[in-house]
């Protein structure tokens, strides 16, 4: 197979294309550049990106492999915390925590239906109702479950875009509704830290696509910095040291606009973090809720960005795609909707008393 070259705005539209298949029970969305398959995207449970791989090179992993042979830990996937909120049982983390792909012992959340709404475009419907550290369910039960809108949006210059629409729930917590709830979304992307894949994260690049504020895995990468997103470049590469023009390289495009709430008293802060593992690299972009009221609506983009080789053209990409992306919105219980958006937060408060979907993690039975 012939590895792609550099991605570069000017000619990005006529190199890539798309396919979207099943192969057996999966759902794949693959990258062509020129032709050649160069990176795809397995669906897994609750509607995540389980594999991310490098088609060139027999199909190599690009995401940090399972801790324990679970599939809803090191996945791509939105990740809810309420972080003033802590159960009484024993748990390694206390906190009301629950995950789109399932739970620690490996459960999977509910997958409600997977839909086509254009060839581009993959919309998976699930609903997360299972705390990430079992021991706290008792702790928590009666809590709203999670309902979320995962959007893949295939575009046209080689970059997968990730929308979230996602209702933030009513927290109970031994029989009594918590209020002011700190809520943080994360869209948490962990990429394979390898001598073979990415050692490396940089922050920003300088014109000519060499790394300028850039952090070593092992070493000095940032562990939750809470970095304000206005404050960042917009987005994040993942790389491999000294390698970066003959190596593929990864960015996660994110918003660098404030948050925007919309008929609601709380507050929102648009972040991103890091840290590092002995396999991996996560970069992790979200928002910060400050007083987040139950039925409130979440909608948050993101894009992931691959690429054969670091250049100018690519930086002029990057910066022109961060600037596309927009801002994360709070929309309050009581926002008046209009349009396709209100279709999707009508059927977000459906399932959220709905018994639908299946733990599974293999999709292609519930593609529509």
């Known amino acids: 197979m012939t590895a ?7 000619h990005a ?12 029970n999966d759902i794949w969305q693959r990258a062509y550049w020129n032709n050649t398959e160069q990176f795809d995207y397995r669906l897994g449970g609750g509607g995540c990106v389980r594999e991310m791989r490098y088609c060139p090179e027999t199909y190599r992993a690009l995401l940090s492999p399972s801790f324990q042979g679970e599939e809803t830990d090191r996945v791509m996937q939105a990740v809810l915390w309420a972080l003033n909120v802590q159960g009484t049982s024993a748990a390694p983390d206390k906190r009301w925590n629950v995950d789109q792909a399932g739970n620690h012992a490996g459960e999977f959340s509910r997958t409600v239906a997977v839909e086509r709404p254009s060839s581009t475009t993959t919309d998976v419907w699930t609903i997360a109702d299972r705390q990430w550290f079992p021991q706290l369910d008792a702790d928590f039960a009666g809590s709203d479950p999670v309902p979320q809108l995962t959007r893949y949006t295939r575009l046209t210059g080689g970059a997968l875009q990730i929308r979230r629409v996602v209702r933030l729930p009513r927290i109970v917590k031994s029989g009594s509704v ?32 060499s790394p300028a504020e850039w952090y070593r895995a092992g070493y000095n990468i940032p562990s939750y910095p809470w970095t304000p997103a206005t404050e960042t470049s917009g987005y994040a590469m993942v790389f491999k040291e000294n390698a970066t023009t003959t190596r593929p390289n990864v960015a996660v ?10 008929s609601t008293t709380a507050r929102m802060d648009n972040v991103r ?12 972009p979200g928002v910060r809720v400050f007083g987040g009221e139950p039925g409130s609506i979440l909608d948050h983009t993101l894009r992931i960005v691959p690429n054969g080789s670091t250049s100018a053209a690519l930086v002029a990409d990057l910066n022109a795609q961060t600037a596309e992306v927009p801002a994360p919105v709070l929309y309050g219980p009581t926002h008046p909707f209009t349009g396709e958006l209100s279709t999707v937060v009508s059927q977000l408060r459906a399932l959220t008393t709905s018994t639908a979907g299946a733990r599974i993690g293999n999709l292609a039975p519930l593609l529509r």
């Open 253 to 262: 495009v994110h918003s660098r606009k404030a948050g925007v709430t919309q």
């Open 13 to 24: 539209q006529s190199g890539w294309s798309w396919q979207f298949f099943t192969y057996g």
């Open 4 to 10: 792609l070259g550099p991605l570069g705005r000017a």
């Open 273 to 284: 973090n890091s840290m590092d593992w002995n396999t991996g690299i996560g970069v992790l």
């Open 178 to 209: 918590v209020p002011d709830v700190e809520f943080y979304l994360e869209n948490w992307l962990p990429f394979l830290r390898s001598a073979h894949a990415f050692d490396a994260v940089a922050f920003s690049l300088n014109g000519d696509g």
